[in-house]
């Protein structure tokens, strides 16, 4: 069975500039997360969306930050304009239902120069 | 505000010997616990997981321990093996419908 696959896996891009990144969930799955990484703050969430629809975005950290879940088989992660301190590995995770156990994708590396 | 705490970012075990990740949280409502295990370039996944209801928890070679009155919980690998060489993840919820929180994560190396 397919898992949780992300793309891009990795993403350079310079500073002002729109990045999208990509999440198809685990079929079947009703739930999907978007969760950040970084060394100081270990995984943070973002955005939480049941059935496609946005439940809990308070871990957004500004309006440069938005998601979109247009059906139940993808989502994106867009940041625009991005800077450096956006720099971060950005992990997509589906779920049976809610907080039950999480499946996380492989990640998507992000490095805004 | 870190409500998970993972005080040891590094922790390097001998082959064959036990491994203990600590991990501490704040949140008096958290009742469930969960540790999650990532390889490099790999997303989490799902290790094993307690409830407060519990004090210990079993699965092969892992164990989990949770002191609620000193909001401490901690993971046990015996014997330790190579490939648990790994960042280890705690996280918790306030209740099934309510948000996991995460802890910043133990690099485990288990050294031959």
């Known amino acids: 069975d397919a898992g949780v696959i992300q793309s891009p896996r990795h993403e350079v891009t310079e500073m002002g500039q729109e990045v999208t990144l990509r999440c198809k969930p685990i079929s079947g799955h009703n739930s999907l997360f978007w969760y950040r990484q970084t060394m100081m703050r270990g995984l943070e969430l973002l955005i939480y969306f049941n059935n496609n629809v946005p439940i809990d975005d308070s871990g957004m950290p500004e309006d440069r930050f938005s998601a979109k879940m247009p059906n139940a088989s993808f989502s994106t992660l867009k940041i625009q304009p991005s800077e450096p301190r956006d720099s971060a590995v950005y992990f997509c995770?589906?779920?049976?239902?809610?907080?039950?156990?999480?499946?996380f994708g492989s990640g998507t590396q992000l490095s805004v120069l | 505000d870190q409500q998970v705490k993972q005080n040891s970012p590094s922790l390097s075990v001998q082959e064959g010997r036990i491994s203990i990740l600590n991990c501490d949280y704040t949140n008096s409502m958290f009742d469930y616990f969960l540790w999650y295990k990532k390889y490099p370039a790999e997303g989490p996944t799902f290790l094993i997981s307690i409830s407060s209801i519990k004090d210990k928890n079993e699965d092969g070679r892992f164990t989990v321990f949770l002191n609620k009155s000193a909001k401490h919980l901690s993971l046990h690998i015996v014997p330790s093996q190579p490939g648990d060489s790994a960042v280890y993840f705690c996280a918790a919820r306030p209740g099934t419908a309510s948000k996991l929180t995460f802890g910043t994560g133990t690099r485990l190396q288990v050294t031959l």
């Open positions: 995770a589906s779920s049976l239902d809610g907080w039950e156990k999480l499946f």
